[in-house]
């Protein structure tokens, strides 16, 4: 069910009737239709499955039955009792689970519930309490090995919160980790983050040509009607706050006319109302009103749900306190029971000790000072010894730790003497004047620095170069990585040169991310998680 939803909808349906244990079915059911994006239709099996498992009370399959039950509800409509069922959800789990036992399933299964609750103050436009349970999710995310565009969607998420509640620098942050942490830029999360990101350094007083020229690229890039429109809307809004109206106009007629989407409908018809009007054109702004007149009656009836979700939250962060807090007094308690015992263990072992020990004190005394005299005086003895031993000891342990810090200095030192060497190499120095005040962008293509790219020859020479101070070193990175290219190797070669990928990209004449995936490809075959310019200079040095 967690890896292959489809397969096992199949196999369920198949086996559906005879399956004993019917509330879990229906509490499987209900599940896999809601990953396979079907609508719940096991609604009556399922309220008895949540009735079940909170009176036999499997945190975990109660949990379960509690986040997929809210799924219902919201699928009706029905948002704040949805949000009850999540927030239901979590408190059995957070309530009944250790934290370190919060892993795999259970992670992931949090971080659903939490990406949900994120999802659904979102859609009300509750900033705060999306961002808040955006951040939880987050966190389970990196507990359990989440697909990175997960990651990417729910950063992407937070970010364009705080862009709404105008707070810039938290935005960028998050959109930043967002792009950080996608492996390639060929999909639909990189382009939506870019988009933000582009509409976002307008809002910071960015030029609006540079993001308008941003957000037409992404648009030529979209692959479906969806993403097509949304970065109508994006283009028409920076030309809208321009109050170049006429550029806007063909932008958000598109959105509003063609766009399946009823909230880039709502804004559309909004910003074509104000154009009208500016324009004299009174018939037209009626129609776009009289377009948004119905939703504005309805953002009044949301007030009371609004509301009502928000107090939800408050009153979920109150129960999150207090159960911490009760928390922190049993574990307060479980530690001053257990000192206490063990300090009353003690005082017993110590009380029959001590009524031993003085009975047998009685009987030795005698003994002791007798032995005592001639004690002391070979414990003198051996002292001296013994002293004059540790001297000459430390001493030569000294002296070997000298010698053997100088030996390694010395070491080291021919190291990176002989790394040095090779950069004043006649190739490498062309190299490294050749990047002298370049800079190159990571998002040009392949050949769009030919002035920099490497011929045969110099790749040849740098070979050369590096096997004349390095001996082997080719041989050594194919014993690491047997299916090495000719071209891993040249990289390799730049790597010594403390050189980035985005350099390395120009000088071979190709995309960094085709420089970036090899890059991936070493580290996986080099069994390192250090990057892999780190990893072949320390290669060397070593």
Not at 80 to 108: D, P, R, S, T
Request: hydrophobic residues 35%.
């Amino acid at each position: 069910m967690w890896t292959q939803p489809d397969s096992a909808l199949t196999r369920l349906i198949q086996c559906y009737d005879t399956v004993s244990d019917r509330h879990y079915a229906n509490l499987l059911l209900a599940e896999l239709l809601y990953k396979n994006y079907y609508e719940q239709t096991n609604r009556a099996e399922l309220l008895k499955a949540v009735a079940y498992y909170d009176s036999v009370f499997d945190p975990f399959l109660a949990a379960r039955a509690h986040y997929i039950n809210g799924v219902g509800y919201y699928e009706h409509d029905s948002v704040v009792i949805a949000c009850e069922e999540y927030l239901k959800a979590l408190e059995i789990m957070e309530g009944h689970f250790a934290e370190k036992e919060l892993v795999g399933q259970k992670a992931q299964f949090l971080a659903l519930t939490y990406t949900h609750l994120c999802e659904l103050f979102s859609d009300q436009y509750l900033h705060e309490q999306a961002i808040i349970f955006g951040k939880q999710s987050l966190s389970f995310y990196y507990r359990y090995d989440a697909k990175l565009w997960n990651i990417a969607w729910i950063l992407d998420e937070i970010g364009s919160h705080f862009d709404m509640m105008e707070k810039y620098d938290s935005a960028d942050y998050y959109y930043q980790k967002g792009l950080d942490i996608l492996p390639d830029t060929n999909n639909l999360i990189y382009r939506d983050i870019e988009t933000n990101r582009a509409f976002l350094s307008y809002e910071m007083g960015g030029c609006p040509w540079n993001s308008l020229s941003r957000l037409k690229m992404l648009l030529e890039r979209a692959e479906s009607e969806k993403e097509f429109y949304s970065r109508c809307l994006s283009i028409g809004g920076v030309y809208y706050r321009e109050s170049l109206y006429d550029s806007a106009w063909p932008y958000l007629k598109k959105v509003f006319y063609e766009s399946t989407s009823i909230n880039s409908q709502k804004q559309a018809a909004e910003w074509l109302a104000v154009i009208c009007k500016s324009q004299g054109n009174d018939s037209e702004a009626y129609l776009y009103s009289d377009f948004l007149a119905p939703y504005a009656t309805q953002e009044e009836n949301k007030s009371n749900i609004k509301s009502q979700l928000a107090e939800l939250c408050n009153t979920h962060k109150q129960w999150e306190t207090e159960y911490r807090h009760q928390q922190k007094l049993i574990k307060q308690a479980r530690k001053t029971f257990v000192v206490m015992a063990v300090l009353s263990l003690v005082l017993l072992c110590f009380f029959v000790l001590y009524r031993t020990n003085k009975k047998k004190k009685l009987r030795l005394e005698a003994q002791i000072q007798e032995e005592q005299y001639a004690h002391e005086i070979k414990q003198k003895a051996l002292s001296g010894r013994l002293k004059r031993s540790n001297e000459a000891l430390q001493i030569q342990k000294r002296r070997a730790s000298d010698l053997a810090n100088e030996s390694e200095h010395q070491r080291k030192q021919a190291a990176w003497d002989t790394l040095e060497d090779f950069v004043k190499e006649e190739v490498c120095q062309i190299i490294m004047a050749l990047l002298a005040d370049k800079v190159i962008k990571r998002e040009a293509m392949c050949g769009a620095y030919p002035e920099l790219q490497l011929s045969d020859a110099q790749l040849q020479d740098l070979s050369l170069a590096a096997e004349k101070h390095f001996s082997g070193f080719e041989k050594t990175l194919t014993d690491l990585y047997p299916k090495i290219s000719r071209s891993g190797i040249n990289q390799c070669l730049l790597y010594l040169l403390n050189l980035e990928d985005v350099q390395i990209a120009a000088l071979l004449s190709c995309d960094y991310t085709t420089i970036k995936r090899r890059s991936l490809k070493m580290k996986t075959a080099f069994n390192t998680e250090k990057e892999p310019r780190r990893f072949i200079r320390e290669l060397v040095l070593c």
